[in-house]
């Protein structure tokens, strides 16, 4: 066999088994996961957001044989933790643990650095949670009826109190004022906890926060409850009626969280989120910690979830126009 013969099988037997190898060598680049997987909580730690999330990023640590690891990235009301994800390869080892308030930030019209619908891909929902109306103890209605009739008699003369300006219970407190017809004054301050001091101390009238965070002031007597939003009765607080059955027929506002992803992710890594999330939703002792943040499963395609968040922002960008809010 001449020289020529000789680099030609050689070539031939190269690219042989180079074509042999080739699909174990792709096989191997698309076994997701194989490295840890983070889940991004755009705000600091502690709150329901932070809770959530460490439960569920352990339980899909099990499920995908991978450690997935909680990084707060706290600050402009979520929006740093959100755009850095939006901004991440979209491999499915960045993820972003969202809450309602990734819809009213797009909603208050402020500059993004990032387009929620076009940047972020939808995973899955993982709870939901209602807010409660209450009152302090000093307001003379026991009922949300005697509350609306008070609020309806002397406009603008009850105030009520949220974690600031934009702040998803500024925005559900002004939905309710809208379907109850009748004018609130809003003070805002930088967190629930102190809007809670004056609440108690009759400096304001009203609140509006969720179930878990206002659960131990109803039951020590601290202040009322007239209404829980969800449109049924939560099973954490089944004494107290809904808005719904309250005078305000189908009033629902609840506050969801779930996952997102870079735009772009693969599928079938989205789809593997999805039923991994839903699953770990399924488990009795996952449902008992969401039940202590007052919190239940809201399991949902990658495609129900999405519109969920659509809805949202479609709900609040029409409140934020029809009443002229201002939002900083």
Do not use: C
Not at 26 to 31: E, I, W
Not at 79 to 105: C, E, H, Q, R, W
């Amino acid at each position: 066999m001449n020289t020529y013969l000789k680099l030609n099988t050689l070539r031939m037997v190269l690219a042989a088994v180079a074509y042999t190898l080739l699909p174990l060598h792709v096989g191997a680049q698309s076994q997701w996961p194989s490295r840890p997987i983070n889940i991004v909580v755009p705000f600091v730690p502690g709150g329901s957001n932070d809770n959530i999330a460490r439960v569920l990023a352990a339980k899909l640590s099990g499920r995908l044989n991978q450690p997935v690891i909680v990084d707060n990235k706290g600050g402009g009301g979520g929006t740093i933790g959100t755009d850095f994800v939006a901004k991440s390869p979209a491999d499915g080892y960045t993820l972003l643990f969202v809450s309602g308030s990734v819809a009213t930030n797009v909603a208050s019209g402020k500059k993004l650095p990032f387009d929620l619908m076009k940047d972020l891909e939808s995973i899955g929902g993982v709870a939901t949670t209602p807010f409660v109306i209450v009152v302090g103890n000093a307001v003379k209605a026991n009922t949300l009826k005697e509350f609306m009739g008070l609020a309806a008699a002397k406009p603008k003369s009850l105030n009520y109190g949220t974690a600031g300006i934009g702040a998803i219970n500024h925005l559900g407190t002004e939905l309710f004022a809208s379907a109850a017809k009748v004018q609130l004054t809003h003070i805002p301050y930088k967190g629930m906890g102190p809007a809670f001091n004056d609440l108690m101390g009759s400096n304001l009238q009203m609140l509006l926060p969720t179930l878990a965070s206002v659960t131990q002031h109803i039951q020590g007597g601290k202040m009322r409850g007239l209404a829980v939003t969800s449109i049924k009765r939560s099973p954490f607080l089944p004494e107290i009626p809904t808005a719904n059955e309250s005078g305000l027929p189908g009033f629902e506002l609840e506050v969801w969280f779930g996952l997102l992803g870079p735009a772009g992710m693969p599928p079938d890594v989205v789809k593997r989120l999805n039923n991994e999330l839903n699953t770990v939703l399924a488990l009795s002792d996952f449902k008992a910690i969401l039940a202590r943040e007052g919190a239940t499963p809201m399991p949902s395609t990658p495609a129900e979830f999405g519109n969920i968040i659509r809805s949202d922002i479609v709900r609040w960008t029409r409140l934020i126009k029809e009443t002229g809010i201002q939002i900083e």
